[in-house]
Nanobody, 118 residues
Framework: QVQLVESGGGLVQPGGSLRLSCVVSGTLLRPNVMGWYRQAPGKERELVASITSGGSTNYADSVKGRFTISRDNAKNTVFLQMNSLKPEDTAVYYC????????????WGQGTQVTVSS
């Protein structure tokens, strides 16, 4: 019912920046949490950043001060601005939507590859 489409991934040099976008279609229930996760080869998927429908944000320690999550509710879009990128940021990044009262209805995007060269 809810579909997430991601874009913005690519190849970037260390210290560079990328901005990921995730457009959500369908009916969005509130309150909700939008999040960015990433998964590197051989590792488990981890939470990078999240933002609630009320605007509260949360970041993984590894990206604090470098990444910024934001959302445009009018366009049903969530962004992840990634600055000062490091090779260890290389991973497939996934967008997630989770209604707070109905966590079983959480939806995932298809993922977008982010590669930081060294």
């Amino acid at each position: 019912q809810v579909q997430l489409v991601e874009s913005g991934g690519g190849l970037v040099q260390p210290g560079g920046s990328l901005r990921l976008s995730c457009v959500v279609s369908g009916t969005l229930l509130r309150p909700n949490v939008m999040g960015w996760y990433r998964q590197a080869p051989g590792k488990e998927r981890e939470l990078v950043a999240s933002i609630t429908s009320g605007g509260s944000t949360n970041y993984a320690d590894s990206v604090k001060g470098r990444f910024t999550i934001s959302r445009d509710n009018a366009k049903n879009t969530v962004f992840l601005q990634m600055n000062s990128l490091k090779p260890e940021d290389t991973a497939v990044y996934y967008c997630n939507y989770s209604p707070a009262m109905y966590p079983r209805w959480a939806s995932w995007g298809q993922g977008t590859q982010v590669t930081v060269s060294s």
